[in-house]
């Protein structure tokens, strides 16, 4: 029942959340691509890690597939906990991110679905090119409690996150820091606190490159007091008609590898692939 309360309350923010004013000529595709077009000029316009969130509002669909190996087993995941976007009005954007499937090369682990998610972001303050080029974003994620098989978390969890960027030209510097939290079987599954720095550089109109440093510290459960962390390669080329407008879509293609840089792992060479279509 909390879980049902917790997905209605986001649901009505978003119908009730204010959206920018549209001609009443426009059609429903046009107002949707209205949102990204009133966002432009109010934030940077850099490009969304491959793994940190994003400081930023945007919309769109990321369909995502990794692969991490782990002793005794090589995992892919079908979905990797990414899915829809909205924006609402210029403070607030929903994300839901449908269970990914995994298929676990195991004898031991069996494939089943994890977690799906919903996330509410609040955009603190922000200032596009002529107005400081930063982002300043408080975000909520809820993660509802798993079916029968599963290779997630064992039950339900809270992530509050805070994430802010500041581009200087081609290059910009973002940042996140989170607490996970989940609501039940502390003892066997811990708490978490995420640090997240990326260094970006936008290479051409259409290639960003970036590195991400991504450390998890974790707190209690089996593996409390140890620390894990990630250097993360990644690459980003965007792809959009000679005759684009801001009303039009884009397609990013991009992917990467996270490299595991500290003794303690749980997994290591974690080959992630993305398209994205931000609408």
Do not use: C
Request: no cysteine.
């Amino acid at each position: 029942m909390k879980n049902i309360l917790i997905a209605a309350l986001l649901g009505a923010a978003a119908l009730g959340a204010p959206v920018p004013p549209a001609h009443a000529q426009d059609s429903a595709w046009d107002r949707l691509h209205d949102r990204n077009t009133a966002m432009a000029a109010l934030q940077p316009r850099w490009m969304a890690p491959l793994i940190q969130s994003d400081s930023r509002l945007a919309q769109g669909l990321r369909l995502s597939v990794s692969q991490s190996t782990a002793p005794g087993a090589a995992t892919i995941s079908y979905g990797n906990n990414h899915g829809i976007s909205l924006i609402a009005g210029t403070r607030f954007q929903f994300d839901f991110n449908p269970p990914a499937f995994f298929r676990n090369h195991s004898p031991t682990l069996p494939d089943g679905w994890g977690n799906a998610s919903t996330q509410v972001k609040f955009r603190l303050a922000s200032g596009d090119a002529d107005h400081g080029n930063f982002a300043l974003t408080a975000m909520l994620e809820h993660g509802f409690a798993p079916g029968a098989q599963q290779n997630l978390l064992l039950t339900s969890y809270n992530l509050p996150k805070l994430a802010a960027g500041k581009a200087f030209g081609r290059f910009d510097l973002q940042s996140t820091l989170d607490g996970l939290l989940p609501t039940a079987k502390i003892a066997q599954q811990g708490r978490a606190i995420d640090w997240n720095l990326t260094g970006q550089l936008r290479a051409t109109s259409h290639a960003w490159l970036d590195v991400e440093n991504n450390a998890t510290f974790l707190i209690g459960g089996p593996d409390g007091g140890r620390t894990q962390n990630f250097l993360t390669p990644a690459a980003f080329f965007v792809v959009k008609r000679k005759s684009w407008g801001p009303k039009h879509s884009i397609a990013v293609f991009d992917g990467g590898m996270q490299i595991a840089t500290s003794r303690f792992r749980l997994d290591n060479h974690n080959l992630i692939t993305e398209m994205r279509i931000l609408f």
